[in-house]
Structures are given as structure tokens and as C-alpha cells.
């Protein structure tokens, strides 16, 4: 695996969960695979979880790693090609990128959206330049329309709650895993935020959907539809109460208008979810990416409830980053 920037470097879902739970089972199963090797992680944006896992993950494979706190401590950076640098930025991503390429034999880049112009945004142009010019195999920290190494956890860790039943037929014991109703719900938020994450879980569950292992359904209200490229194949609904119904798996996120681009449309907490609501799924387990504010996305009650799986559901980020990781170096070898 070269690059790991969106579900279609996946060819198959189930064998790359396999292979995530495996390391969790066995997390230094594969400690000299990194030895001598350096990963470098370079943010222009703020991050907890994706910094603090990926670097966990490669050193539990042997990797050094170097942290880049771009926006704070790095060149302000141009990315536009032929404009005259007289401005305020410093360094052309050209070189930057190159640069990195040299210290390191794995880099990651996080890079969030202006949410201004929808055109550029989705291009993904700043992401694809540091590809290019880095020339070394590049992970996704989170990009403007996707955050692959946060669905990879979240279909892990679907597939680690799923309950799996024992059935038996002439004597011989058979397991079969329950096929669970997983659903995306908006939630209120006071900040306009990315589509990242919804884009990124649900191209992620609609390509788990075609591979039979779950039901997928979208809940938001008008006006937050997502490119229709990110949920081929996923039941949409503007009545949330509908879509929880029967749900087992319930994934709660904001994120701003795709269409009016990157305007906030409802405001109000009609759309939290909270243990009232869910006493139509069936007996769901609540998801959050985090960070989460309380009592404004997500009920405070249902975080702190049995049902919450967003601490579990972090700490499988390890293992996401070490399978993918894992991925690169055996071609590094
Ligand atoms: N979920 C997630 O990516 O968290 P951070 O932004 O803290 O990395």
C-alpha cells in the first residue's frame, strides 16, 4: 500500500479488521518490522487521538517517529503553483514536501478544509501535492473530504461489538455474526465543521454494506445531504426517529452543508441524540469520532451510559494505524 487516503485502498474489509484485531491481540507481534525506519506525522490542524494513536502504533512496530506541527512551528506554506511569493507565505509545498520526503520513509499530513470554496476543497489539491512531491508512501490524518484511519476504527470496532451467535445443524456447531443496523446520524453543533468524517464513514459503511457484513442508513435533517459519491447504496432519511428504529449501531456526527457549502442550517437541540430517542434501536451502542461537546451533540446521559462505545472506539485507533502501517513497511522491506 503506497497511499492510504480513502476506503478504495482497501481491497478487502473484513481481511484488513482481521488483521487490525490481530495486532491488538498480539500488539509487538512485529516490532522489528520498523526498525530503522522513521514515520513522520506532520499536522496543520489540531489533533488528540490521531496524533497520539498513530504514534503508538508505530512504535509498537519499531518506527521512530517525528512530529510536525506545521501550522505552529513550520514555514507558512504556499501551495498555489506560479504565483510571485511575495506575500505572507514562506515555503512552497514543492519543497517542503520534498524536504520531509528526505528525513522520512513514511509520512502522514492532516489537512482540514477552508469550507469556503467547495471546488478546491474537494479537489483535494494541497493532499495530492504533498503525495507528489514527498515521494514516499503517505497516510491520511484526516484530509478536506475524508478521514480513513478514523472508519477503519469505527468499522473494527462494529465488528468487534457485534454479537456472534452459535448455531448448530447435524451435530456440527456453525458461528454467525449478526448483521447489524448501523446508522449515521447528524447532530447540532454551534461551529460549521467538515464533512470529512460522515464523507469517510459512510463510503466506508456503504463498501461494508456491498460486502454483506451490515445495513447502513443516513439521518439528517434537509439541506445536509452529502455528495452523493460518498453513500451509494445507503438508506437516507430525514426522520431520525425512522432511521433509529431497530438500530444496533448509532454514529453521531455534525458537519456542515455540501450544498449551501459550509453553512450551519439548523440550529437547536431537536436533532441530539439522547436516551429517550434510542429506546427505539435495539438496544444500540453510541459512536462519536471525539472530540464530542456534551449536551450539544451528544447527551451527556448516553456518553456516560453502558451503551457509549466512543473510549473503546478511540483506543481501536491504535490498531487501525498499526494495520495500516503494518501495510507499508512489508512493502518497504
Ligand atoms: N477523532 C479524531 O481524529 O480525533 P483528533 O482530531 O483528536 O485526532
Redesign the pocket.
Known sequence: MNTFFSVQNIDNLQEIVKEALALKANPYAFKSLGQNKMLGLVFLN??????LSTQKAAMNLGMDVMVMNMDKDGWALETRDGVVMDGTTVEHIREAAAVMGEYCDILGLRSFPGLKDRKEDYSEDLFNKFIKFCNKPVISL?SATR?PL?SLTDLITIIEHTPVTSKEANGTFTTVAHKPKVVLTWAPHVKALPQAVPNSFAEWMCKAQEEDLLSFTITHPEGYELDESFTKGATITTNQEEALKNADFVYVKNWSSYHEYGKILVTGREWMPTVEKFKVTNQARVMH???VRRDLELASELLDSPASLVIKE?GN?VWAAQAVLKRMLDQLV
Do not use: D, G, I, Y
Not at 489540531?46 to 496524533?51: E, F, I, K, N, V
Open positions: 489540531p489533533s488528540l487521538r490521531t496524533r484526516e478521514h478514523q469520532c471525539l472530540p478511540a485507533r
